[in-house]
């Protein structure tokens, strides 16, 4: 069984990309088609899709601001779209059942809002995959995305603590304490090196999380949340959340092809889920409206409502709560299966192209903006400078510094993490927020004076979009950038690109170039 599981979700992933769609596409597929040859899955699939869910919370948690949860944007996007998504089920609900449509006769107000309550969820897993993906976690929308996200996972954790009857421990007050070893796991992951000791300490600290939390009563995913939380303003958080990214992408496989394993639907369930996920729009449109409503941009909340155009894994446990205590027929369990299912595919296919649509309507989209902005929103001037450095990353901070040593106070940093642009600015780094791949801030500053574009950005495809934007507004500098691969240099030089560093290739160049000296000839 295991190899013929790992075997379909291979072919399924593989065959998936090669149409330029979302891996994760293809892993639900495999698990309704290995459901439907009468495969059952084991202990080792849910052992991976529990490692998965767990490793995911714990790397949000690494870079996860906890002050951004407070933020008015985040609280009141979050409630608000919650409850009217939650009204406008229960009253679609009451219209299909007094229609007579299948699965809807019969339901009443309670059960109504429960499916209400179910679908109000967006996918944690699916939302933080696509933003991985396109390396715009730190963006302002990514970061809103997963605060709101986050809320949600408290809700649905606080709903499941009471449903089931089973209150928490009275030593779950302890966990209060938890902050005050901060210093203790502190040394630890300083003492841990760079190795595979880091790794392991990864390992332990987020199942140690989770076993702390699920032995007083409370959810373990939401320890090892908790847990990377109070590591996440340590040196090495951001070094051990990529050292983690590769493991919890396997793991996260058997999450997805768990899903298909929950039941087989019927046509009839099929209709259902159709309707629940046409609906999508609708919830996005109402987040976007909410977002722009209190002061966020256009852009940023059209990605933000994108990002989180899906329903949530907790919509299943809601589901089957709700199941246990006979409050709703166990057909809805395979219903909401199939539609968070569905709303992964659409969510995967349209995040894809949500930088080409908000060029697409970005018109209609900025109408809905307020006059006033939120000070994370407002543009700032690369003022005096002739070079742009986009990344300010380990490659893009280097090359900041050495063109500094030659220009001077010519020499602007770009990055799209405002945390990491502090701290490069009390360092006397001359380094400004803002999302490179936003068409706004291109035709906010004046490119005039800027003769030089260094692209020092991890994703290649980040790379290529900023390429067309800074094209479309009119700058006639050269570019340079970097590869990891040689079909992404390519990419980038077919895209009009200056010159292309390859890192991996010309690494033994750089170092001869800086050991040549020690042979003492001239």
């Not at 290995?34 to 899709?49: C, Q, R």
């Not at 040196?235 to 793991?251: N, P, R, V, Y």
């Given at each position: 069984?295991?190899?013929?599981?790992?075997?379909?979700?291979?072919?399924?992933?593989?065959?998936?990309?090669?149409?330029?769609?979302?891996?994760?596409?293809?892993?639900?597929?495999?698990?309704?088609?290995?459901?439907?040859?009468?495969?059952?899955?084991?202990?080792?699939?849910?052992?991976?899709?529990?490692?998965?869910?767990?490793?995911?919370?714990?790397?949000?948690?690494?870079?996860?601001?906890?002050?951004?949860?407070?933020?008015?944007?985040?609280?009141?996007?979050?409630?608000?779209?919650?409850?009217?998504?939650?009204?406008?089920?229960?009253?679609?609900?009451?219209?299909?059942?007094?229609?007579?449509?299948?699965?809807?006769?019969?339901?009443?107000?309670?059960?109504?809002?429960?499916?209400?309550?179910?679908?109000?969820?967006?996918?944690?897993?699916?939302?933080?995959?696509?933003?991985?993906?396109?390396?715009?976690?730190?963006?302002?929308?990514?970061?809103?995305?997963?605060?709101?996200?986050?809320?949600?996972?408290?809700?649905?954790?606080?709903?499941?603590?009471?449903?089931?009857?089973?209150?928490?421990?009275?030593?779950?007050?302890?966990?209060?304490?938890?902050?005050?070893?901060?210093?203790?796991?502190?040394?630890?992951?300083?003492?841990?090196?760079?190795?595979?000791?880091?790794?392991?300490?990864?390992?332990?600290?987020?199942?140690?999380?989770?076993?702390?939390?699920?032995?007083?009563?409370?959810?373990?995913?939401?320890?090892?949340?908790?847990?990377?939380?109070?590591?996440?303003?340590?040196?090495?958080?951001?070094?051990?959340?990529?050292?983690?990214?590769?493991?919890?992408?396997?793991?996260?496989?058997?999450?997805?092809?768990?899903?298909?394993?929950?039941?087989?639907?019927?046509?009839?369930?099929?209709?259902?889920?159709?309707?629940?996920?046409?609906?999508?729009?609708?919830?996005?449109g109402l987040l976007f409206i909410l977002l722009?409503?209190?002061?966020?941009?256009?852009?940023?909340?059209?990605?933000?409502?994108?990002?989180?155009?899906?329903?949530?894994?907790?919509?299943?446990?809601?589901?089957?709560?709700?199941?246990?205590?006979?409050?709703?027929?166990?057909?809805?369990?395979?219903?909401?299966?199939?539609?968070?299912?569905?709303?992964?595919?659409?969510?995967?296919?349209?995040?894809?192209?949500?930088?080409?649509?908000?060029?697409?309507?970005?018109?209609?989209?900025?109408?809905?903006?307020?006059?006033?902005?939120?000070?994370?929103?407002?543009?700032?001037?690369?003022?005096?400078?002739?070079?742009?450095?986009?990344?300010?990353?380990?490659?893009?901070?280097?090359?900041?510094?050495?063109?500094?040593?030659?220009?001077?106070?010519?020499?602007?940093?770009?990055?799209?993490?405002?945390?990491?642009?502090?701290?490069?600015?009390?360092?006397?780094?001359?380094?400004?927020?803002?999302?490179?791949?936003?068409?706004?801030?291109?035709?906010?500053?004046?490119?005039?004076?800027?003769?030089?574009?260094?692209?020092?950005?991890?994703?290649?495809?980040?790379?290529?979009?900023v390429i067309k934007q800074i094209q479309h507004?009119?700058?006639?500098?050269?570019?340079?950038?970097?590869?990891?691969?040689?079909?992404?240099?390519?990419?980038?030089?077919?895209?009009?690109?200056?010159?292309?560093?390859?890192?991996?290739?010309?690494?033994?160049?750089?170092?001869?170039?800086?050991?040549?000296?020690?042979?003492?000839?001239?």
């Amino acid at each position: 069984m295991d190899y013929i599981w790992v075997a379909v979700a291979f072919v399924c992933g593989f065959l998936v990309k090669q149409i330029n769609l979302p891996p994760l596409v293809g892993y639900l597929a495999a698990g309704f088609g290995l459901h439907a040859l009468g495969f059952e899955p084991d202990e080792l699939l849910e052992t991976l899709a529990d490692l998965g869910v767990t490793l995911l919370l714990f790397t949000i948690g690494l870079k996860l601001n906890i002050r951004s949860l407070f933020k008015t944007e985040v609280w009141v996007g979050a409630a608000g779209q919650m409850s009217v998504v939650v009204l406008l089920t229960i009253l679609s609900c009451l219209i299909f059942a007094s229609l007579g449509l299948a699965y809807f006769s019969g339901l009443d107000l309670q059960t109504a809002a429960l499916i209400g309550f179910a679908v109000s969820f967006s996918s944690t897993v699916c939302a933080v995959q696509v933003l991985e993906e396109k390396g715009e976690v730190k963006a302002r929308h990514g970061q809103i995305a997963i605060a709101i996200l986050i809320i949600q996972d408290i809700v649905a954790v606080i709903f499941v603590t009471f449903a089931t009857g089973e209150a928490p421990s009275w030593w779950a007050l302890s966990l209060l304490a938890l902050p005050l070893f901060r210093p203790l796991l502190f040394k630890l992951l300083a003492r841990s090196g760079h190795g595979e000791v880091l790794l392991l300490a990864g390992f332990f600290l987020a199942f140690s999380g989770a076993e702390l939390f699920k032995a007083v009563g409370l959810e373990a995913h939401l320890g090892a949340l908790v847990m990377a939380a109070l590591l996440s303003g340590h040196g090495k958080s951001i070094e051990l959340a990529k050292s983690l990214l590769s493991f919890k992408d396997i793991f996260l496989i058997g999450f997805f092809l768990s899903i298909g394993f929950t039941a087989l639907p019927t046509v009839e369930m099929l209709g259902v889920a159709l309707i629940m996920a046409i609906a999508l729009p609708v919830k996005a449109g109402l987040l976007f409206i909410l977002l722009t409503s209190l002061k966020v941009r256009g852009r940023t909340a059209f990605l933000t409502a994108l990002n989180l155009a899906n329903y949530s894994e907790f919509g299943l446990i809601v589901c089957s709560v709700s199941v246990m205590h006979g409050l709703l027929s166990k057909e809805w369990l395979v219903i909401m299966a199939l539609t968070v299912s569905l709303s992964f595919i659409f969510s995967s296919i349209i995040n894809m192209k949500a930088h080409v649509l908000y060029v697409r309507w970005s018109r209609y989209i900025n109408r809905f903006e307020r006059l006033e902005r939120l000070p994370e929103d407002s543009f700032s001037q690369p003022k005096g400078a002739s070079v742009l450095v986009l990344g300010m990353g380990r490659v893009g901070t280097g090359a900041y510094d050495s063109m500094q040593e030659s220009l001077k106070n010519e020499v602007c940093g770009v990055d799209v993490d405002r945390g990491r642009v502090a701290s490069l600015c009390d360092t006397g780094r001359n380094v400004i927020a803002a999302d490179a791949e936003d068409p706004n801030f291109w035709t906010h500053i004046q490119l005039d004076t800027i003769n030089l574009i260094m692209l020092a950005m991890p994703n290649y495809l980040d790379a290529l979009e900023v390429i067309k934007q800074i094209q479309h507004a009119g700058y006639k500098g050269k570019i340079a950038g970097i590869a990891r691969y040689r079909d992404e240099e390519k990419a980038l030089l077919e895209a009009g690109i200056n010159v292309v560093f390859n890192f991996y290739a010309k690494a033994g160049t750089g170092l001869a170039d800086e050991s040549i000296h020690l042979l003492g000839r001239k």
